[in-house]
């Protein structure tokens, strides 16, 4: 079944995807508290004006979600639009313009979740609009969904329905946010579709030692005993684990790219450590590409907060790093445990909370994965789709609870260094041209792939 893109007004569709992200963006949907009916509620009027009834749930007060349906014949299982409204903080005062504005400047959109997802819940609205007005005979029921509470865990969210809603949005296949979207390596052009993802296992370090008068030191002293520990853990290199999606990202890259970076490539996955080390740090990447290169190779531990004494003349008798740890697809707590009390040693407590989460993997040599290679390579010639690790967490760890294979995959082109790494930081923005880009290839692979069996 060939596309019919062709048949779509893509300077109309521009306009449109553009006032759709523009609305989105203007709401304040900060997580927390999130207050992400006002978006669900948003969305839901947009889809009543084409003729789409959708479904609006609040898992509590102001925690809004929204899901809507296209039906089809029903020969073939769903495919999942899945999407999160709500946004993490924004500081104005370190901000070019207001975080909450929607402004159009210079054919770019800025706003907090202009990358991160507001853009591509816009997409995906856009899609699913454009899939009705056109009346294309599914074979596949196409469900959108827009949820709640994604940067803090997902349980007023994508939890939320797959705990109580599951009949909702049950889908064969879930078409998700990715982690990198384009990769220039060299010559040559890769977009990332994102087949695995990593767990959590976030968990305190916890030193003793013998309290006293600040006047009177002593070796004793919790604070070092914890800043040592965390010294040996910020220089050490973890074990290295290989898992199926990186190891096909990194050969099917190699293939694309001459001799001599294709042989470098291959070197990151060396078992020497010193090699490996070496072999990415001479890759053709940004450092943010560098220390995701290493962080789709290892499990990670990054402390982040820092807790001990509570008066300056104090000598305390604990002190407690939180370590936000991330980790491989079929490592468990067990794993990352050992792996951490071999470089701190015996001398500090580590407990796990929060629960841990594990990470996810789906076969990235799929029918939808090769849609999607085949939907880039026409749109942009010379381009190759490759599997990837998203370094964080989605909602994709609730939709699999359903048997549902996600895939992580935004497609945007590479439009340099200033236009990469916004999200979560300062100046969030996205380009007209690459929303256009990305509605047009998800029109494209959503199109297809719903309308055969």
Same mark, same amino acid.
């Given at each position: 079944?060939?596309?019919?893109? !062709?048949?779509?007004?893509?300077?109309?569709?521009?306009?449109?995807?553009?006032?759709?992200?523009?609305?989105?963006?203007? +709401?304040?949907?900060?997580?927390?508290?999130?207050?992400?009916?006002?978006?669900?509620?948003?969305?839901?009027?947009?889809?009543?004006?084409?003729?789409?009834? #959708?479904?609006?749930?609040?898992?509590?007060?102001?925690?809004?979600?929204?899901? =809507?349906?296209?039906?089809? /014949?029903?020969?073939?299982?769903?495919?999942?639009?899945?999407?999160?409204?709500?946004?993490?903080?924004?500081?104005?005062?370190?901000?070019?313009?207001?975080?909450?504005?929607?402004?159009?400047?210079?054919?770019?959109?800025?706003?907090?979740?202009?990358?991160?997802?507001?853009?591509?819940? =816009?997409?995906?609205?856009?899609?699913?609009?454009?899939?009705?007005?056109?009346?294309?005979?599914?074979?596949?029921?196409?469900?959108?969904?827009?949820?709640? /509470?994604?940067?803090?865990?997902? &349980?007023?969210?994508? &939890?939320?329905?797959?705990?109580?809603?599951?009949?909702?949005?049950?889908?064969?296949?879930?078409?998700?946010?990715?982690?990198?979207?384009?990769?220039?390596?060299? !010559?040559?052009?890769?977009?990332?579709?994102?087949?695995?993802?990593?767990?959590?296992?976030?968990?305190?370090?916890?030193?003793?030692?013998?309290?006293?008068?600040?006047?009177? #030191?002593?070796?004793?002293?919790?604070?070092?005993?914890?800043?040592?520990?965390?010294?040996?853990?910020?220089?050490?290199?973890?074990?290295?684990?290989?898992?199926?999606?990186?190891?096909?990202? %990194?050969?099917?890259?190699?293939?694309?790219?001459?001799?001599?970076?294709?042989?470098?490539?291959?070197?990151?996955?060396?078992?020497?450590?010193?090699?490996?080390?070496?072999?990415?740090?001479?890759?053709?990447?940004?450092?943010?590409?560098?220390?995701?290169?290493?962080?789709? +190779?290892?499990?990670?531990?990054?402390?982040?907060?820092?807790?001990?004494?509570?008066?300056?003349?104090?000598?305390?008798?604990? =002190?407690?790093?939180?370590? /936000?740890?991330? %980790?491989?697809?079929?490592?468990?707590?067990?794993?990352?445990?050992?792996?951490?009390?071999? %470089?701190?040693? /015996?001398?500090?407590? %580590?407990?796990?909370?929060?629960?841990?989460?594990?990470?996810?993997?789906?076969?990235?040599?799929?029918?939808?994965?090769?849609?999607?290679?085949?939907?880039?390579?026409?749109?942009? #010639?010379?381009?190759?789709?490759? #599997?990837?690790?998203?370094?964080?967490?989605?909602?994709? &760890?609730?939709?699999?609870?359903?048997?549902?294979?996600?895939?992580?995959?935004?497609?945007?082109?590479?439009?340099?260094?200033?236009?990469?790494?916004?999200?979560?930081?300062?100046?969030?923005?996205?380009?007209? =041209?690459?929303?256009?880009?990305?509605?047009?290839?998800?029109?494209?692979?959503?199109?297809?792939?719903?309308?055969?069996?």
């Amino acid at each position: 079944m060939t596309s019919s893109i !062709d048949t779509v007004n893509w300077a109309d569709v521009q306009n449109e995807v553009v006032s759709i992200l523009q609305g989105l963006l203007r +709401l304040d949907t900060t997580n927390p508290p999130g207050n992400e009916i006002i978006a669900a509620d948003y969305i839901a009027e947009l889809l009543r004006k084409d003729g789409i009834e #959708p479904t609006v749930l609040e898992s509590a007060p102001t925690r809004g979600n929204v899901v =809507a349906r296209l039906k089809s /014949d029903g020969s073939a299982p769903p495919l999942l639009l899945m999407g999160h409204t709500d946004v993490v903080p924004a500081e104005p005062d370190k901000w070019e313009r207001p975080p909450f504005s929607g402004d159009v400047v210079d054919g770019v959109i800025w706003g907090r979740g202009a990358t991160d997802m507001k853009n591509v819940v =816009a997409m995906e609205l856009m899609v699913l609009l454009l899939v009705k007005r056109l009346g294309l005979p599914l074979k596949r029921d196409l469900v959108f969904m827009a949820t709640a /509470d994604e940067e803090v865990g997902g &349980k007023y969210g994508a &939890k939320f329905l797959v705990d109580q809603h599951p009949d909702l949005i049950r889908a064969e296949y879930a078409i998700n946010e990715g982690g990198p979207t384009s990769i220039v390596f060299g !010559d040559t052009v890769f977009f990332a579709c994102s087949t695995a993802e990593k767990g959590a296992a976030r968990f305190r370090l916890r030193a003793k030692g013998a309290p006293g008068h600040a006047s009177l #030191p002593h070796t004793d002293n919790a604070v070092l005993h914890l800043a040592e520990a965390l010294v040996k853990l910020g220089h050490a290199r973890l074990p290295m684990h290989v898992i199926g999606t990186v190891k096909g990202h %990194i050969e099917m890259m190699a293939r694309h790219l001459p001799v001599d970076q294709r042989d470098n490539l291959i070197r990151v996955l060396s078992e020497d450590p010193d090699v490996q080390a070496e072999a990415i740090a001479r890759l053709p990447l940004p450092d943010s590409g560098k220390r995701r290169m290493y962080a789709s +190779l290892h499990n990670t531990v990054t402390p982040t907060i820092l807790s001990a004494g509570s008066k300056i003349n104090v000598i305390p008798g604990e =002190a407690e790093a939180r370590v /936000d740890s991330r %980790i491989l697809p079929h490592q468990t707590q067990a794993d990352i445990e050992a792996e951490v009390r071999a %470089i701190v040693g /015996d001398g500090v407590d %580590i407990e796990f909370y929060e629960g841990v989460s594990r990470g996810l993997e789906a076969n990235w040599d799929s029918p939808l994965f090769h849609l999607i290679s085949q939907v880039v390579a026409e749109h942009e #010639p010379g381009a190759v789709t490759v #599997p990837a690790l998203i370094t964080g967490g989605t909602d994709a &760890k609730s939709v699999v609870q359903l048997g549902t294979q996600v895939l992580g995959f935004i497609p945007m082109r590479y439009e340099g260094p200033a236009m990469s790494g916004l999200a979560h930081n300062h100046n969030e923005r996205v380009s007209v =041209a690459n929303l256009l880009f990305g509605t047009q290839i998800y029109f494209d692979v959503v199109s297809r792939w719903c309308q055969r069996a």
